[in-house]
């Protein structure tokens, strides 16, 4: 591995997505991440995903890449041990139970730097670890609602809509890593570990913009604006002679007026209805169908070529074939090709961001419920075969 982290270890004990992708980008980036799943059944996210192959997900290779499987019942005192141990050795601990759950266990973070003063422990969830709210349930879901992104995203003339991925989650979990990259930084001064509390609804809050300061000044309350944002014109998606969607941004003065010659239009750029950023705010709706009835006579390619040789920012609406067809991902690597046991060599996306010197990689793809046990339980703790098949007799580790 050529990552940053490849001095750290992270037990990652967590299901689903929002812990999932924090030690996804942990482990992209080099970390050791050690997987704590149920015996017998794992993360659902082994059989979660629009299409499955032989009951098998394909979203498991990737947010399980790189990782090692351990499988420990965390209900047992003797489970609860074993992540004891684990945790005396390792760099970082990431969870997202419902807040609680692992004071219930005996894990509490004062219990767990008792035995490792050092240990990161990175705690996702809802509402937090305080606050009346915090033994509430949240998934991702609501996060997004109670944070804001929800009632802002869609038709203004429908209920809100999501985004078409799970954003409360993954917005989360980037805030995790973010926050446990903080405390490893902090651990060099300090020389002590502390806790990351990461909360769906504060993470979806947190990339909301202006929205809070707006309603306090102005009694401003954003709403559902479709393709487009009030004000920012022009910005949207516009059709093509060949049937294709093409997004096009040239909102500011000196873009605009780019866009008008791209357009033949010239005269526009100067026109007082949309040579500044208030006034084509004003005339939202007018300049877009103005464009429309211009993009619609330019086939998509030749629409692309001319706006970027008027350095007008466009582009095309890309789905899965049309990323691995372009040239550029396939330039800039954005496309990994990870060989997986059960599908062969399948497409994900690379690791993000570039690093020039430490770069990252994907080692593997989601590996099989328990592979490193014997790894991890005789290898990192020493325990021997015996040991070891004890507690696979108890039910411990299956």
């Known amino acids: 591995m050529t990552g940053a982290l490849t001095d750290i270890r992270v037990i990652e004990m967590g299901t689903l ?21 149920p015996p017998g059944t794992g993360d659902p996210m082994r059989v979660w995903g629009q299409e499955k192959a032989d009951g098998k997900s394909l979203w498991w290779p990737v ?53 490792n003063p050092r240990l ?37 003339e429908k209920m809100p809509s999501r985004t078409g991925i799970s954003i409360g989650d993954t917005l989360t979990a980037m805030f995790a890593t973010i926050g446990t990259l903080n405390a490893l930084h902090a651990r060099h001064s300090t020389g002590k570990g502390q806790v990351v509390d990461a909360a769906l609804y504060e993470s979806v809050l947190a990339v909301m913009e202006s929205l809070l300061t707006e309603y306090h000044v102005a009694g401003f309350i954003r709403e559902r604006t479709g393709s487009m944002i009030p004000n920012i014109a022009p910005a949207n998606v516009y059709p093509t002679r060949d049937g294709k969607m093409h997004l096009i941004s040239g909102n500011q003065d000196t873009v605009w007026r780019r866009l008008a010659e791209a357009m033949g239009r010239p005269e526009l750029g100067e026109d007082p209805r949309y040579a500044t950023h208030l006034a084509r705010g004003d005339n939202q709706i007018e300049l877009d169908e103005l464009i429309a009835e211009w993009t619609a006579t330019v086939d998509a390619e030749d629409l692309h070529r001319l706006l970027n040789e008027h350095s007008v920012p466009n582009g095309q609406m890309y789905r899965a074939p049309e990323m691995l067809a372009d040239e550029h991902f396939a330039a800039r690597q954005a496309i990994a090709w990870v060989n997986s046991p059960d599908f062969g060599s399948i497409p994900m996306q690379n ?16 590996p099989t419920l328990g592979e490193h046990n014997e790894e991890v339980f005789g290898g990192i703790l020493g325990l021997d075969d015996d040991a070891v098949d004890q507690l696979r007799a108890d039910g411990v580790i299956g």
């Open 120 to 156: 990161i422990i990175t705690r996702v969830s809802g509402y937090g670890q305080s606050g009346p709210y915090t033994s509430q349930p949240g998934f991702g879901a609501i996060g997004e609602a109670i944070g804001g992104i929800r009632y802002t995203t869609g038709d203004p």
């Open 17 to 37: 997505l929002a812990g999932p992708f924090c030690g996804q980008q942990l482990a992209d980036h080099g970390a050791e991440v050690i997987k704590v799943e």
């Open 63 to 115: 947010v399980g890449r790189g990782k090692k499987s351990v499988t420990i019942n965390l209900r047992e005192a003797a489970g609860q041990d074993l992540v004891r141990q684990l945790a005396a050795n390792a760099d970082v601990l990431v969870e997202n139970f419902r807040p609680g759950t692992l004071e219930k266990w005996g894990l509490s973070p004062a219990e767990l730097h008792a035995v």
């Open 351 to 366: 690791v993000v961001p570039k690093l020039s010197d430490t770069p990252g990689e994907i080692e593997w793809s989601g």
